[in-house]
């Protein structure tokens, strides 16, 4: 199910477990409970033990994004994909560059498992595109990644809230525009660049938001992540 066609804002909210222990992760989860169905594992905790806990979750009632942003040699990134598809993962990522997107693609072959590319981090503005040695906008080089994306036979794209208009311009549904870059009004953007709250990303057109920080460094995460729920329910109804 993707889309305009996911109702329940539980679906749709993707809880970034970027922490240091299987300790603290299983206990986050724990405080989330019924009100989380959507975890990310990201670097920080795929070293620290995270693939067999992405590996439990997903064979519990969670869904699991496995976000390891896998960027090498066709061959090794073909098989890496297969692998996180062995552990049930429901989204993964590679960066979205056309031979490794078209590994990934391979690699997922028919499973279950929803492939994206990363376009341009969302901790990435214009100066920081230009020290990287691109030229042209944040925006350009989102459009052009997008279209990549698309054509070489991946299911969508991680961008910035900020980047869904000309993302849906060149990908509309069901191709998934998961965000991260999110945050509630009045939260520290720490070191995101490009971001919009949760009703302005889902109203843009997204499939997932990805909200790490904002919800574990809350006093009170479950209230925290309830919160944004509401907000995305909210923006589903105007929709
Ligand atoms: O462009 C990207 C790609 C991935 N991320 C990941 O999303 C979360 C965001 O966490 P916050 O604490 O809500 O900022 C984090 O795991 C990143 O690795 C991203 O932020 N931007």
Known sequence: MTGAAIRDPRDRLIVGLDLASLTEAESVVARLGDAVTF???????AVA??????????????????????????????????QIARLGAAMTTVHAYPQTLRAAAAGRGDSALKVLGVTVLTSWDQSDVAAAGFSGTPEALV?????QARDCGVDGVICAPTDLASVRGVAPPPFLAVTPGVRPAGSAAGDQKRVATPGEAIRAGADHLVVGRPILAAPDPRAAAEAILQEIDQALAEA
């Not at 975890?39 to 905790?45: C, S, T």
């Not at 693939?51 to 061959?75: C, N, P, Q």
């Open 39 to 45: 975890y990310k594992i990201g670097f920080e905790l």
């Open 143 to 147: 459009a052009r990644r997008v279209k």
């Open 49 to 82: 033990g995270g693939l067999t806990l992405a590996e439990r979750l997903a064979r519990s009632d969670k869904k699991v994004f496995v976000d390891l942003k896998l960027h090498d040699i066709g061959a090794t990134v073909e098989k890496a994909t297969r």
